[in-house]
């Protein structure tokens, strides 16, 4: 009996030592995740814990990561603190009266970068990133503007895309959705080269075309992003003809 006791506070020390210091935690992240981790804020810890720890190790005991819900209702109010329309403005020095010609709007949905973005499948099915972007469209009578910005919670890594363009120079807009592979480093062989996971998603795009270049952002592809893009391409044509 007293050996059981024993066995089990030992269990208990384990245990807490994991789950309330880095040192424990680190313990159990994949390599890629463990060099970063000491490094960064506490939220962004959570979200490395989220993606690099396996949910609960099956429910019994956690270890402090997020559920699939404490995932997107972080990354709601991580939205919510952020004034993306005025960041978009901002960076054009463009007055909100300005925007004439076309109703402003946004697109968005989670990012993937090869070399930075982690990924996972929650249990809903769903897969969700570590990175997301936001995108703004707005217009004036002689110009097209579209601001991104893609964001890492684990990280302090930020991609930001600014251009703008005049009308006359437009080729055309577009929507593209297609099944994309992506892949991230799980582990290392003996002799140090990478073990991938990989998994294929849908990827929903808005590209603009002009002359000799393009330009694109992720989109959720719902219906209501689909009219707001056809009443774009709707002007365009109208700019085009006059």
């Given amino acids: 009996m ?40 506490a939220e962004q810890k959570r979200v490395i814990r989220y993606f690099a720890l396996p949910d609960t190790f099956g429910g019994i ?13 972080y990354l709601k109010s991580y939205l919510e603190s952020i004034n993306f329309k005025k960041k ?6 463009l007055d909100a009266d300005e925007i004439t010609e076309v109703v402003p709007f946004k697109l968005e949905n989670y990012y993937y970068d090869k070399d930075k973005t982690v990924w996972k499948r ?50 055309k807009f577009s929507t593209t959705s297609e099944a994309e592979e992506i892949s991230k480093v799980i582990g290392k062989q003996k002799n140090g080269t990478p073990i991938y996971q990989t998994q294929t998603i849908d990827v ?11 330009f694109e952002c992720i989109t959720d592809g719902s219906d209501a992003t689909e009219r707001s893009i056809k009443g774009l391409r709707t002007k365009l044509d109208e700019k085009k003809k006059g």
């Fill in 204 to 214: 929903n795009k808005f590209i603009m075309l002009v002359s000799g270049d393009k």
């Fill in 88 to 93: 978009a403005l901002d960076k054009f020095e």
């Fill in 2 to 41: 007293w050996m059981l006791i024993f066995y089990l506070l030992i269990f208990v020390g384990i245990y807490f030592f994991i789950k309330k210091t880095d040192a424990g935690i680190a313990m159990l992240l994949p390599p890629v995740a463990k060099a970063a981790y000491k490094s960064r804020t």
């Fill in 122 to 171: 929650g249990k809903d099915g769903k897969c969700r990133s570590s990175a997301y972007q936001v995108s703004w469209l707005f217009a004036t009578s002689d110009k097209f503007y579209m601001y991104s910005l893609a964001f890492w919670l684990d990280a302090d890594t930020k991609k930001e895309i600014a251009e703008e363009t005049f009308w006359k120079d437009i080729v």
């Fill in 61 to 73: 005991f956690s270890m402090g990561e997020m559920s699939d819900a404490e995932y997107e209702a």
